[in-house]
């Protein structure tokens, strides 16, 4: 045989050889990058699987303090009614929204038919408001006033 051709036989064999072992790490190594995608989405799902656990026991719900019911005033989404609050609260805001304008507790009161006379009376509302605000039910005004959200 040729030593010519036997040389460049042998000097491809070397090159497929080099090749082989450089294809086989590749494939070890998107083999092993593929697994950890794996392991990854596995634990993104169980988290976000907590996470929906959490926030779901975290909503507000009725309960009771010292045996007695506490109203628990939900947090407002944009799908949520008036209706999901206690009426009380319901007429707090048809008050707020029927006023001219913003609305100091007072005047709620007023509206209310609450004795806004004697200075102790409006705290329980101004209170109920507060708790509308902060739950995103109303607005409170820099200067004290409550008004609706826009």
């Given at each position: ?17 080099e090749l082989e072992e450089h294809l086989a790490k590749q494939l070890a190594e998107a083999r092993a990058e593929r697994d ?115």
């Open positions: 045989m040729d030593p010519e051709l036997l040389e460049r036989i042998t000097a491809r064999r070397a090159e497929l050889d950890e995608l794996a392991v990854a989405e596995r634990v993104l799902e169980r988290m976000g699987e907590q996470l929906a656990d959490e926030r779901a026991s975290a909503a507000p719900a009725p309960g009771q303090m010292g045996g007695r019911a506490v109203m628990l005033i939900p947090h407002r989404t944009p799908d949520m009614e008036e209706t999901t609050l206690p009426r009380d609260y319901q007429r707090i805001l048809a008050a707020v929204r029927q006023a001219a304008g913003p609305v100091m507790a007072r005047q709620a009161g007023d509206a209310l038919g609450i004795d806004v006379s004697v200075r102790s009376k409006p705290e329980p509302l101004r209170g109920k408001l507060v708790r509308l605000v902060d739950r995103g039910w109303l607005r409170k005004l820099p200067d004290g006033r409550f008004t609706t959200r826009l």
